[in-house]
């Protein structure tokens, strides 16, 4: 079946430090592959997203490429802010299982 | 207000005692789906449902029993609690589009089973 593989963390970065989180996946097709966002204390919410190979998404100064040859989707950003800190959760739909298939999450804390 | 509510956001309660979760969405969405959320295990899939009459188990669903009332409402019932049921839950409703299934997601019911 699908999986998602990412770090745990926690992920401990200084204010404007370049960020990094890794997501590798395995499934069957051409799923889309997302990132969500949860702050403390909320739900999980759409980050960004990519739906074919080379695609780029970005939201909010993050970036992920869709690497179908690496099967990968690296979370990016260049500067982040103390805001930044919460946990981030990569995510692939697979359209023949009809289901989102979420990684474990990864805590970031961004220290001022 | 809020897209996706659910209620309670926060419920104690003791080992045997029936217990239910309630959402409610206003995005007009078929898809309604229950997780829960454990550290180091991220979010997994309990119940979902396509459309008021299609209700599907998810990878952990044994305990657990769901009632989809209405398009707008789904409801999770933990027939006699257990301890290991402590747990975060979420609700989430999905608007799907070829392709691409975006998920949204409600604010979370902490659970606590003593």
């Known amino acids: 079946g699908d999986s998602v593989t990412q770090m745990e963390g926690p992920v401990t970065l200084s204010e404007e430090a370049f960020l990094t989180i890794n997501c590798t996946y395995t499934?069957?097709?051409?799923?889309?592959l997302f990132w969500y966002v949860q702050y403390p204390g909320e739900g999980l919410q759409l980050l960004l997203k990519?739906?074919?190979?080379?695609d780029k998404g970005s939201n909010k100064g993050f970036e992920a490429t869709y690497r179908k040859e690496t099967t990968s989707f690296h979370l990016e950003k260049g500067s982040v802010q103390v805001s930044d800190s919460a946990v981030y959760f990569c995510?692939?739909?697979?359209?023949?299982?009809?289901?989102?298939?979420f990684g474990i999450g990864t805590k970031l804390q961004v220290i001022p | 207000d809020a897209d996706v509510t659910q209620t309670p956001r926060n419920r104690i309660t003791k080992t045997g005692k029936r217990i239910m979760l309630e959402c409610s969405q206003t995005?007009?969405?078929?898809?309604m789906y229950w997780y829960r959320q454990d550290p180091g295990l991220g979010l997994r899939l309990i119940y979902y449902?396509?459309?008021?009459?299609?209700?599907n188990k998810g990878e952990i669903s044994d305990g657990y029993s769901v009632s989809r009332q209405a398009q707008a409402k789904f409801s999770l019932s933990l027939e006699s609690a257990i301890p290991n049921q402590t747990a975060l839950y979420f609700c989430?409703?999905?608007?799907?589009?070829?392709?691409?299934?975006?998920?949204?997601f409600g604010p979370g019911t902490r659970l606590l089973v003593l």
């Open positions: 989430a409703t999905s608007d799907t589009q070829g392709l691409q299934e975006t998920q949204y």
């Open positions: 499934a069957t097709g051409y799923p889309s």
């Open positions: 990519a739906t074919k190979a080379d």
């Open positions: 995510a692939l739909y697979s359209g023949g299982y009809q289901k989102v298939t």
């Open positions: 995005k007009g969405h078929d898809r």
């Open positions: 449902s396509f459309d008021v009459k299609d209700i």
